[in-house]
């Protein structure tokens, strides 16, 4: 049990990291709905209670994309990380530590797995999701690797696609208990 609450303290003291990349986060996102906004009024796109829906949920899809990219890229200097490992479960090593570092790369995407499918409808299949978090983590471990901004390896891909699809069962699970509570009461 103390291990637990060891890597538990860990994964939080990590998350401060994140978390002071909210601030650009939020200014991605407030740039990202002023763009769209002026899109809408140039092109006379609807403007309704969906659409608003639509605008805050890109908005936060372009928060967690924004702090997922300074986190990945912008917070690690050019060329300082140039290994690439292709064996599975490495990250796992041997201490508490790497148990935290494993578990944050799967914690790091279960938000994708929830936002995106809520953002684009085409994605609501676990399948499609999924494979959607494999093809983004995919694209960060090689532009990682092009840059030396991060180490290249396979666990990250795996523990990011593990992360997906946890987050994709949690739409899922959402997703019914929303229809099914809006059936009982309609």
Known sequence: MNDLITVIKYIIQDMT??????????????????????????????????????????FLVVLYAAVLLKLAFLSLAPGSRTDVS???????????????????????????GIL????????????RCTAAGFLCSLCLELVQLATGRGFCQLDDLV???????IGALIFLAISRVHVHGRTASG
């Open 17 to 58: 990291e994140p978390a002071g990349y909210l601030p650009f986060g939020v200014a991605a996102g407030v740039v990202f709905l002023l763009f769209r906004k002026v899109l809408k009024k140039k092109y006379a796109l609807p403007h309704g209670k969906a659409e608003l829906r639509q605008d805050f949920l890109f």
């Open 86 to 112: 292709l064996r599975l479960f490495e990250t796992w090593g041997s201490t508490l530590r790497e148990h935290s570092f494993f578990l944050e790369n799967i914690l790091m995407f279960i938000p994708f």
């Open 116 to 127: 995106i499918p809520y953002a684009f409808p085409a994605l609501r299949r676990l399948s």
């Open 159 to 165: 523990t990011n696609t593990l992360g997906t699809l």
